[in-house]
């Protein structure tokens, strides 16, 4: 696992609790992978995978679905808060992104 994170957003008054997290991998063939998990809190959620033959490619996209989560509080009401994050070689700083912590 080369990066993983667990972003929350909640939202009681308005009956939202969104649950999203992040894993980037690299698979036995050399290819590297962003699984993407979403839903609701406690209920079966959505994955998608996304695949790039290199490393610009998986920052590329993880910038892309990051961004989008920081865009909740105009879209949602509520902030998507990071609950846990593994990133050794420090992406989200690198790219400017930060999330509240909890």
Do not use: H
């Not at 962003?34 to 610009?56: L, Q």
């Not at 993880?62 to 808060?81: F, I, N, Q, S």
């Amino acid at each position: 696992m080369l990066f993983a994170c667990r972003l929350e957003a909640r939202l009681p008054e308005a009956n939202l609790a969104r649950a999203y997290q992040i894993v980037v991998s690299q698979d036995l063939f050399g290819l590297y992978t962003v699984d993407v998990a979403f839903g609701r809190i406690g209920r079966p959620g959505s994955t998608r995978r996304y695949a790039a033959s290199d490393m610009s490619g998986v920052r590329s996209k993880l910038k892309e679905v990051l961004k989008r989560r920081l865009t909740a509080p105009r879209r949602l009401g509520a902030a998507y808060v990071c609950r846990s994050v593994f990133d050794p070689g420090d992406w989200l700083a690198e790219e400017g992104l930060t999330f509240a912590s909890k």
